[in-house]
């Protein structure tokens, strides 16, 4: 009976120790040049008060399981990933300009989480499959349809004329939804992993063309 209390003890313990630990996700859309969230913010503009207020709405203690709450739920944001080129023409005639890109694959989803949350990636699948740690990713899921899913690669070449006194930038523009919010897992009423997770989802993606005047 001792051995059985120490060992409950010991994963609790463990449990307790793993909340402490800060994790990285594959959360690359916070770095693009340009992302605008309508309605809502990113978990990352979210103030110390906010964050502990809404984790306290997922406090409440259970015996086994996952408490989780959405602060905001398809929250539309356009971006910009990065410029491609920018062609500048200060002269007096027409330059004409040929430019090849290749878009590699890409998933059409991207996660990020705060405090002790996880976010697992398995690299043996034929295609890498990332989802959130088990238990809170099928909680989400039935709030959120996402899934590892690639777009194909495509090559292209574009062929612009630049006019005298006049730029042409070629960037990637897109537009998606933000779902994000707070969760806490609980084993034997004992708070396990708690903090905030948030998924980006791509809607639509393509290369736009924008020419000024200089």
Known sequence: MKKI?????????????????????????????????????????WTSNEYNNYLKDVTKRKFWGWN????????????????????YNDGFTPIDYNYSIKETDKTKFELSVSGSLQIKTNEKAKIKETNFESGLDAQIKTSV????????????????????????????????????????????????????????????????LEKTRI
């Open 5 to 45: 209390i120490a060992v409950v003890l010991f994963f609790l313990f463990a449990l307790s120790i793993g909340g402490l630990r800060e994790l990285k996700a594959n959360s690359a859309y916070r770095s693009y040049e340009d992302l605008n969230v309508y309605g809502g913010k990113l978990i990352s503009k």
């Open 68 to 87: 989780v709450k959405f602060v905001g739920k398809e929250l539309k944001c356009t971006y910009t990933t990065e410029t491609l080129y920018s062609f």
């Open 145 to 208: 349809t996402y899934s590892t899913e690639h777009t194909k690669s495509e090559e292209m070449t574009l062929k612009v004329q630049v006019d005298p006194r006049t730029q042409v930038t070629v960037y990637i523009y897109g537009e998606g939804k933000i779902y994000n919010g707070v969760a806490a897992s609980y084993y034997f009423w004992i708070t396990g992993h708690k903090g905030a997770f948030e998924i980006f989802l791509i809607t639509t993606q393509y290369m736009r």
